[in-house]
């Protein structure tokens, strides 16, 4: 907030908000599987997705931001840190990678590598790496035309 001065008051302006969305994409293969199930289990939870070898998808994430409009810039963002923090933490991970074989976290036993996961995962990564003043409001990952999932860094509730 800025504090302005007229005709000798105070008066209270608020910076205008933006918010700012970037799309990425990103090639990578995955598996659902949970070793402590049966075979049966596995195929009948997880479909196709349970391919022995995998199966992959061509990702689009965007990621959405929330900045304050600078007042000389014009901008709400920094869109070449914007740029780098995606290309460090998105492209360089996951990018024509085996998610499972990639990514500790999603190493066999560990997290199943949903659209829901991966975005759980992302967030921390992405919200730590953000500019000064700027917040991570929404990621939205397309695993293909037909289907997406938003995640707005919810956690779940103590207790819950």
């Not at 990578?28 to 997880?46: D, G, I, M, Q, T």
């Not at 304050?68 to 923090?85: I, K, M, R, Y």
């Not at 492209?91 to 190493?107: C, M, S």
């Not at 590598?113 to 000064?132: D, H, K």
Request: hydrophobic share 35%.
């Amino acid at each position: 907030m800025v504090w302005t001065r007229g005709a000798a008051r105070r008066t209270l302006r608020r910076m205008p908000i933006a918010y700012l969305t970037r799309k990425i994409t990103f090639s990578a293969a995955h598996r659902y599987h949970r070793p402590e199930w049966s075979e049966e289990e596995n195929r009948r939870v997880f479909g196709a997705c349970h391919n022995p070898h995998g199966h992959g998808h061509t990702y689009t994430l965007e990621v959405t931001v929330r900045g304050q409009v600078d007042p000389v810039t014009g901008f709400s963002v920094d869109l070449g840190a914007l740029d780098a923090l995606l290309e460090r933490e998105v492209k360089r991970v996951l990018d024509h990678q085996h998610i499972n074989h990639a990514v500790p976290e999603f190493a066999y036993g560990r997290l199943v590598p949903t659209t829901e996961n991966l975005l759980v995962y992302l967030w921390p990564r992405l919200s730590a790496g953000l500019p000064e003043g700027v917040t991570l409001h929404r990621l939205r990952l397309h695993e293909d035309p037909s289907f997406y999932v938003d995640y707005f860094g919810e956690q779940p509730e103590a207790g819950v």
